[in-house]
């Protein structure tokens, strides 16, 4: 409630129709000391990022130029962008970043939302779905669907079989779910991401390209 009051409060600064936005959750990223906080952050489609400027002279411009809040500008000042397609959206700062990561810059991950009425929907199967996105700098969204309550495990592993990490190890109730890795420390490379619930296996490859 709080993040839609303070979201509708901008929007009417901007002079933005409140009823042009048919968003399901709002997330901020402040701008302050140079960097992004938080710069890299995965949302849902039909999500709002508000970038919030704290302090100093900076903009939002899409590596792509699909959003920008406009001319740098001096604190305070606070720029608004519904995504509204899945994707990967990088953005950066142009006064002290650039496009493809240079300096003060950060990326939108847009993947399907995964609502309460997705989970109860009927689950008869075991899936592992495709890492998203892949190629993946440096996180990258899993999702895996689960048909009966079952001990889960995933792991993952680089291209000659020696284990990573192990991102779950717990028993999981019937449903969808959906969890992030993070390869900031890894180099690039092909990883294998491994799902064991019970009797069921599968294995995904994964790349991480810097």
Same mark, same amino acid.
């Given at each position: 409630?709080?993040?839609?009051?303070?979201? #509708?409060?901008?929007?009417?600064?901007?002079?933005?129709?409140?009823?042009? +936005? *048919?968003?399901?959750?709002? *997330?901020?990223?402040?701008?302050?000391?140079?960097?992004?906080?938080?710069?890299?952050?995965? +949302?849902?489609? =039909?999500?709002?990022?508000?970038? +919030?400027?704290?302090?100093?002279? *900076?903009?939002?411009?899409?590596?792509?130029?699909?959003?920008?809040? =406009?001319?740098?500008?001096?604190?305070?000042?606070?720029?608004?962008?519904?995504?509204?397609?899945?994707?990967?959206?990088?953005?950066?700062?142009?006064? *002290?970043? =650039?496009?493809?990561? %240079?300096?003060?810059?950060?990326?939108?991950?847009?993947?399907?939302?995964? =609502?309460?009425?997705?989970?109860?929907?009927?689950?008869?199967?075991?899936? /592992?779905?495709?890492?998203?996105?892949?190629?993946?700098?440096?996180?990258?969204? @899993?999702?895996?669907? +689960? %048909?009966?309550?079952?001990?889960? @495990?995933?792991?993952?592993?680089?291209?000659?079989?020696?284990? @990573? #990490?192990? /991102?779950?190890?717990?028993?999981?109730?019937?449903?969808?779910?959906?969890?992030?890795?993070?390869?900031?420390?890894?180099? #690039?490379?092909?990883?294998?991401?491994?799902?064991?619930?019970?009797?069921? @296996?599968?294995?995904?490859?994964?790349?991480? /390209?810097?």
């Amino acid at each position: 409630m709080k993040n839609f009051i303070f979201l #509708s409060l901008f929007v009417l600064m901007l002079g933005i129709n409140p009823n042009t +936005i *048919h968003s399901q959750t709002s *997330h901020q990223v402040v701008l302050t000391d140079f960097q992004f906080t938080d710069a890299d952050i995965t +949302i849902s489609v =039909g999500d709002t990022v508000v970038w +919030i400027n704290n302090q100093g002279l *900076h903009d939002v411009d899409a590596d792509d130029n699909s959003f920008t809040s =406009g001319d740098p500008a001096e604190a305070p000042w606070t720029f608004v962008h519904v995504f509204t397609a899945k994707g990967v959206n990088p953005y950066f700062c142009s006064v *002290h970043g =650039g496009a493809g990561g %240079a300096g003060m810059s950060g990326v939108v991950t847009v993947m399907e939302p995964v =609502g309460v009425s997705d989970q109860n929907q009927i689950v008869n199967e075991f899936v /592992l779905e495709q890492n998203y996105p892949n190629p993946f700098n440096p996180s990258t969204i @899993i999702r895996y669907q +689960i %048909a009966e309550k079952s001990n889960v @495990i995933l792991t993952v592993y680089n291209s000659i079989g020696k284990e @990573i #990490s192990t /991102l779950l190890n717990e028993v999981k109730p019937k449903g969808t779910f959906t969890i992030e890795f993070d390869g900031n420390n890894l180099p #690039s490379g092909i990883y294998y991401l491994r799902l064991q619930a019970g009797n069921f @296996i599968d294995t995904k490859k994964m790349v991480l /390209l810097r």
